[in-house]
């Protein structure tokens, strides 16, 4: 890992002048004699040594009056591992943020769903990243007013308030102060490249850090995908997305170099919010050197990353989603999880149009799934009651599976419910909270990779084996998964 990497000088410096991508979103440089901040990988003539600045974030290199280069567009860089990484405070508050909480709640908001008062909040963001969760929130609008205003037709006014402005005037000033450009500038540079082929869909580009397998990742998206939720079509992983102001279609396509995405929203609003859950679910911010590295020093994973390396966690965009999911994958195969979500999601999700596809229906909330009928489940008493418990638990909001959530209480609350062992909690821990850490060492799977490469299938003596992964067993478990022929490890042909 490279925590606290802005704060060695000699490091960064070394950075920018080899033009390394792989520190792009870990830290920003400033120079002094321009006035702007770029990447560490910015194509231009590196700066001056003595002109040289180092930030933690975008918003610190603004609050220090730096404009964003528009050569490398550091707003557009992958997040830093970072904040998916670890779970303290300010981890879980920039999740938090990128997820929309300061735009819907404020900063007391963002203090609330954390546990601490606004004074601790502000104070530790100020003293790790050099700018207040006011001042993060403001950036992460200034890049979705740029999204917005290169790849949509929206009128400027709506664009601001899209965006999360609270006036047009305060959008121009704040795009005017962050790009050097005015709003119709920033629209007639990009009209000379390509625009939206679709009309009401954003299309844009997922950046990562290289490398990265998307076998496994968009395989396993794809084989347990719910119909009518997921749907793989025309080269496309596709799905509908539950969001603050109203919901929206997703499509996500690997490239060599980025994630192609379309979205079609029926509010504008939620773009950042949208882009940042696609990120997640497809693990977008990880630095696979730093995994890779750590994991090849076992002799046993070293050829299967050699093999495939960069292989990334499959997230998801909904943590209540899932979890709900991994109780009906309990002990059956993955076409019956499935088939038993695909009822629930027609009997009480929410009806939508898809003109561009076969998508039906929203995964049903916790609210709409505790009016169901135990009865109407198909599948053993004991597993009926694991499932309406955990439903009546998130529905009243007793614990917390999303962005911010505390990973340890999490893992707790859920020990805790009747039915879920330690397959489920790991298995919410690694999809759904983001643990980098988790490990499902009972999975048959993993056992059966296991005894494959010579490992015992003994679930603690795969666990002690293991410890030498930390803390990052759950990409352990992607290359552990991907030795056998399982659907999840591939893209379908079409």
């Known amino acids: ?287 696979p050197v730093a995994v890779d590295d750590l994991l090849s020093t076992d002799p046993v994973l070293a050829p299967l990353i050699a093999k495939a390396p960069g292989r990334r966690v499959p997230h998801t965009v909904d943590g209540e989603e899932f979890a709900v999911r991994a109780v009906l994958g309990q002990q059956v195969s993955t076409a019956a999880a499935r088939t038993h979500a695909h009822r629930l999601v027609l009997q009480h999700g929410e009806p939508i149009e898809d003109a561009a596809g076969g998508l039906t229906h929203l995964f049903p909330t916790m609210q709409a799934l505790a009016e169901l009928d135990p009865e109407t489940l198909a599948f053993p008493k004991s597993r009926r009651t694991t499932l309406t418990t955990l439903i009546a638990t998130l529905a009243r909001g007793e614990i917390d599976l999303g962005a911010g959530a505390d990973w340890d209480r999490a893992r707790e609350q859920l020990a805790a419910l009747p039915g879920i062992g330690p397959w489920t909690v790991e298995s919410i821990a690694m999809r759904a909270l983001g643990d980098p850490d988790a490990f499902v060492a009972s999975d048959l799977g993993i056992r059966y990779a296991a005894r494959d490469l010579g490992l015992s299938e003994a679930p603690k003596l795969l666990t002690d084996h293991a410890r030498a992964w930390r803390p990052w067993r759950a990409y352990a478990v992607q290359y552990l998964w991907a030795t056998g022929d399982h659907a999840i490890n591939k893209i379908p042909t079409e």
């Open 1 to 287: 890992m490279l925590e606290g990497v802005y704060e060695c000088r000699e490091r960064c410096i070394r950075a920018v002048q080899s033009k390394d991508a792989r520190f792009d979103g870990w830290f920003f440089t400033a120079v002094l004699t321009t006035k702007i901040y770029c990447r560490p990988s910015c194509p231009v003539v590196p700066p001056k040594v003595e002109n040289m600045r180092f930030y933690p974030s975008a918003a610190a290199a603004q609050q220090a009056g730096f404009r964003a280069c528009k050569r490398c567009r550091p707003d557009a860089s992958p997040g830093s591992p970072e904040w998916n990484d670890r779970a303290d405070l300010v981890a879980r508050a920039m999740r938090l943020i990128a997820d929309g909480v300061v735009d819907r709640d404020g900063v007391p908001g963002l203090a609330g769903q954390l546990g601490y008062s606004v004074r601790q909040v502000q104070r530790q963001l100020q003293a790790e990243l050099g700018a207040g969760p006011l001042a993060l929130a403001r950036a992460q609008r200034a890049q979705t007013a740029r999204l917005l205003i290169e790849t949509s037709e929206l009128q400027m006014a709506d664009v601001a308030f899209a965006a999360g402005f609270s006036s047009v005037r305060t959008f121009n000033e704040t795009v005017q102060e962050v790009f050097a450009l005015a709003p119709t500038e920033l629209r007639r540079r990009a009209r000379r490249g390509t625009t939206s082929a679709t009309p009401g869909t954003i299309s844009l580009r997922l950046p990562f850090r290289a490398p990265l397998t998307p076998d496994n990742l968009f395989g396993h998206l794809i084989a347990t995908g719910v119909p009518g939720v997921e749907e793989w079509r025309d080269g496309h992983y596709r799905r509908t997305l539950r969001l603050p102001h109203g919901h929206g279609v997703v499509a996500l396509r690997p490239m060599p170099d980025h994630i192609a995405c379309q979205l079609s929203l029926t509010d504008q609003r939620d773009l950042a919010i949208a882009i940042s859950r696609c990120r997640r679910m497809l693990d977008l911010d990880a630095d």
